[in-house]
C-alpha cells in the first residue's frame, strides 16, 4: 500500500502490488521510497542492500543582474546531460545500426526512463532486438578502448543505461547466458580502462550505469575481482561524489549476493582474500564509514560478511570457518545495536545476517532481537479504546495520548461514513492495531529489517494479519513526520489506519484477495484518502480542474499508474460514487464485506467500464466539486527538532590538510563541507566562485573556510545567497599570503558562496570549508525575539528559561494564539509559582504579556500554566539593547 504526502513532490511512486514488491529487478529512476508498503502476514521476507539516501540539492541562486562567474551544474541522476528537449514516444522504435545509436546519444536517459516496464509496446519501443543489443555491446567495447574519463561520458552512460533497460523487460526475457557474457565483457571494458577509477563527477555517472545492469543482468557473480579492486581503492574522497557512491552499492552488495548464491563462484571467491578484503575495507575506513550518512556501507559488507555461511556445506568452508568466525565475533564483542553505539549499523547487519542464516546458536544471539526491541521500543501504551496499542522508540506521553485521540476521531468518522455498526467481516480476528513509531526515517531504516523482518525501502509498511486466523496481529511500522517539527505528527498516520478498518470492516479476506480481484486500487486507496481527508483535499481538487481522466480509466488504477491517479484520482472517484451514486457506492460494499470479488466484477465494475456509464456525469461534477471543512489541528503536541550532528554530514578533513599533495587543481564547481579542495587560479576570470549547501536542520552551526598552503596570494571571499556580488561580499579575508580564515556564525540553510581571487596569483592551495557545532541553546530557553511554540494539557504547566545581558532594556515576554486558557507568572532570578511571581497578567485567554523597563542582567523565568489547558500558541521573549 502506497502513499506519498504530496508536499515531497520530487517523490515518484515506484511499486505497485505486493507481488511486484517482492520483485527483484531494479527500475529505472532511484526514488527517496517515502511509500507506504502493504504486506500480508505471510510474505517472505529478503533482505535488500541499503543505498546512499544523499541527494542532490537544488540549484544554486544566479544573479541575473551580473554575468555570473561560476554556475555549478547539478549532478544529474540520471547520468545523462541536462536536456530541454522531450522525449518522442517512439524516439527507439523501428531502428538500428547507426541510427540506433544516435538515437541513445541524443534521447539518453530521459528517453529510456520509459521503457522500464512489462508492456507488450516497450518491446517495439525499447528496440529490442538481438541486433540492437549486439550493436550497443560492440560500440560499448569500442568507445571504452580510447575513453578519456570525460569525452562522451554522457554517451557511454546511456548505452549501459538502456542494457539495464533492455535486461529489465519481461522478467528478463533477454537474460540468458549469451547476453550475460557480452554484458559482463562490457562492465569488464569499462574496469580495465585506464580512467576507471577517476574521482570526477562526469565520469562517476558512466560507472553508475555500468554497475547499475548488474542485478538486472544477474551477472554479479562474475565481476567480484571487480568488487575486490574497489573495496582496495575506494574512501571517503569518492563517497562525496555522489554518482560515485551510488555505484558501488551493487559491487559491495549485489556482487556478493549472487557469488554467495553460486556454487562455483563460492568455491572460487570464498576465500581469506575476500574476507580480508571486506574486513580491511571496514577498519580502515570506518571514521568515515560510521557516519549515518555513509553507513549503508557497513550494512551491506557486514551482511555480506556473515553471508558467507550460504556455502556452509561446501567443501571449501572449512578453511575459512574459524577466520569468519572470530571476525563476526569480534563484531559481536566490540559494538553495540543502540543509538549511542556509533557502529551500530554494522552491529545490526552482522546481526540480521546471522539470524537470516540460522546461524544464531552459533553465536548466542537467538534472544538478541526480543532485547533490542524491548531497549529500543520502551515508550508504550494501549489506547483507551483497546484494540490500539503503540511501542514507540522516541514519544512522549503527550504524543502518545495524542495518537490514540486522532485514531479514535478518525475510528468515529469512519464507522459513521461507511454505515458500518461497528461490525466486522466473518471471519476476521484482526480485531487489534499494533503500531510500531520509530524516531524518523533513518531509525526505521536501521530497525526495521533485523528487529521485524520487514523491508524498510520505503516509508513505512502496515503489514496485516490473517483474517481469519486468532492471534495473527495486524501492525503498522511508521516513523514520525520529522518536516512537521516543532509540532508532532506520524507520517501515514491516519491514511494507513484506515487501510486497517477498511480491510477489518469492509473487505473480506486478506490484502491479496480483493487486490487480486482487479479494479479495486481506486477504492482501497481512495477510500483511505476520503475517510482521513474528508472533503479538504485541495490538491485532489486541483487535479479535478483539468479532467484528466474518466471515471472508467480510474476505475481500471492499478499499482504503479502513479501517486496521482492513485491517491488524488482514487479520492475523486471515491467521493464522487459515495456522494453521486450512493446506491451503486453502498452495493458494491455489500459484495467486498461479503468476499464476492468476481461478483463486484462482472456485476457492476466491469460494467462501469465498459459502458462508461458514469463518465459524464463524472466529468461535470469534476468541475463543480470543491474542498471545505480544512482546519489546522491544534491539540498536536510539540515535537523539538532534533539538531543535526555536524559531523554527520561533513568530511573528515580538518584544517592544515594539503589537499594539493595528494590531488590535481579540482574541476568541481562546488565545495561540500570537510572535503578540502586543491584550487588553482582560472585564467578566464579573477574570482572563482566555490559555492558549498547547508542542509536544514543545523542549530547555532558556525562555518569556518580556509586557505592554506602554496605559494603567492590567494585572497578568500563569502557571500550567502547571492552569487557574483559584483565585489560586493559580505566577509572577506585579505592576509599577505595564501593564509586566509573566515568564519560565519550561525549558518542558515541555503547556498553560500565560497570566492577565490587570484589576481595575485598563486598555486597548490586548499580551500576548505567546515561546519563548527556552536553550544545549544536548550529546549526550553529562549533566545532573543524568536517566538516557540506552547501546548499544555490537563492542568499542566511549562517552565522557560532567558538570559539577558546588563544592558538589556524593554524586556517582554508574550504569549498569543492558539485555543484554551493559559496563565503566565514570570519572575527574575528563581522559578516563579502561583503565589510567587514578579508578574501576572491576570488576563483571560492566550494573549498575555509582562514587561520589565531595564535588568541588571541574569535569569527570567516564565511558567505557563494550562487552565485546564491550551494549544497551538506561541511564547516570545525579547528585549533591546
Known sequence: MYKTIKITPLVVALSCTWAWAQDDRDIGTLDHATDIAHISADAEYTPDAMFNDKSPSDKPTINLAQPKLSEPQLMIMSGQ???????????????????????????????????????????????????????????????????????????????????????YYDNRRFVNPTTKQAMTQAVNALYANSHFFDKTATHAQVVR??????????????????????????????????DWARSVTPLFWQVLNDCARDETCRAQQHNMALIDAITGFIYN??????????????????????????????????????????????????????????????????????NYNRQCD?????????????????NRVECPSGNLFIWAQDMDDAQLAWTCNSLKTHDEHFHQLLRTNHIPVTPDDNDSLKMVIFNDKKEWVTYGGVLFNVSTSNGGTYREG????????????????????????????????????????????????SNDAGRTVWFGEGIAEYSSLKTCNANAIEEARKGTYSLSTIFSNEYGVGQTRIYDWGYLATRYMYEQQNEAFFNMLALFKAGEYQRYRTELVDKWVSQKLFDTSFASWLQQVDYSGCSTDTTRPPSPIEPVNVDDIQGSDNVGVDACAVQPPTTDTRSQAGHALCVAPDPTRRVKEYPLYVPDGLKNVSLQITLRHGSGNAELYYEYGRPDNGWQYTHESKG??????????????????????????????????????????????????????????????????????????????????????????????????????????????????????????????????????????????????
Open 736 to 881: 599577505p599570503n595564501n593564509s586566509e580564515t573566515i568564519t560565519v556564525d550561525n549558518i542558515q540553510k541555503g547556498w553560500h558562496y565560497i570566492a577565490v581571487d587570484s589576481d595575485n596569483g598563486f598555486q597548490n592551495t586548499t580551500l576548505l570549508a567546515r561546519y563548527i557545532q556552536q553550544p545549544i541553546v536548550g529546549d526550553n530557553e529562549l533566545q532573543n525575539g524568536v517566538s516557540v511554540p506552547v501546548n499544555v494539557a490537563d492542568h499542566g504547566q511549562l517552565m522557560y528559561t532567558m538570559t539577558v545581558p546588563a544592558d538589556a532594556k524593554d524586556i517582554t515576554f508574550s504569549t498569543t494564539g492558539g485555543t484554551g486558557e493559559l496563565d503566565m507568572h514570570v519572575k527574575f532570578g528563581s522559578e516563579p509559582s502561583k503565589k510567587d511571581y514578579h508578574c501576572r497578567p491576570w488576563i483571560v485567554g492566550n494573549r498575555e504579556t509582562c514587561h520589565f523597563a531595564s535588568t541588571a542582567g541574569g535569569v527570567y523565568y516564565i511558567m505557563l500554566s494550562a487552565v485546564p489547558m491550551f494549544s497551538g500558541a506561541t511564547l516570545t521573549g525579547s528585549y533591546t539593547h
Open 285 to 354: 575506513n570506518l571514521n568515515w564509514l560510521r557516519k549515518s550518512a555513509n553507513d549503508y556501507h557497513l550494512f551491506n559488507l557486514g551482511y555480506q560478511l556473515v553471508n558467507l555461511y550460504k556455502g556452509k556445506n561446501d567443501s571449501h568452508f572449512a578453511a575459512i570457518e574459524g577466520r569468519l568466525s572470530a571476525e563476526i565475533s569480534k563484531v559481536l564483542t566490540t559494538y553495540g545495536p543502540l543509538k549511542t553505539d556509533k557502529e551500530r549499523t554494522l552491529y545490526l547487519a552482522v546481526l540480521e545476517s546471522i
Open 362 to 378: 552459533a553465536y548466542s544471539v537467538c534472544n538478541k532481537r526480543a532485547e533490542i526491541i524491548e531497549q529500543v521500543l520502551n
Open 466 to 513: 490473517d483474517p481469519a486466523k486468532a492471534g495473527d496481529q495486524a501492525t503498522f511500522y511508521a516513523y514520525e513526520h520529522v518536516s512537521e517539527r516543532p509540532i508532532f505528527d506520524i507520517w501515514n498516520l491516519r491514511h494507513e489506519y484506515v487501510h486497517y478498518l477498511e480491510g477489518r470492516y469492509i473487505s473480506k479476506g486478506d490484502f491479496r484477495d
Open 209 to 242: 550505469s555500468a554497475t547499475g545492469i548488474i542485478k538486472n543482468a544477474q551477472i554479479g557473480q562474475f565481476l567480484v575481482p571487480i568488487a575486490l579492486g574497489v573495496l582496495a581503492r575506494f574512501d571517503e574522497s569518492y563517497e562525496h561524489i555522489n
Open 81 to 167: 546531460a541536462a536536456t530541454t528537449q522531450t522525449c518522442p514516444t517512439e524516439a527507439f522504435s523501428h531502428l538500428s545500426g547507426s541510427v540506433f545509436l544516435d538515437a541513445i546519444k541524443n534521447y539518453g536517459h530521459e528517453c529510456i526512463d520509459t521503457l522500464f516496464n512489462d508492456k507488450p509496446e516497450t518491446l517495439t519501443l525499447g528496440g529490442y532486438t538481438d541486433a540492437n543489443f549486439n550493436t550497443v555491446i560492440t560500440e560499448l567495447k569500442s568507445q571504452l578502448r580510447s575513453y578519456d574519463g570525460q569525452t562522451n561520458a554522457a554517451y557511454l552512460s546511456s548505452l549501459f543505461y538502456w542494457l539495464k533497460a533492455y535486461a
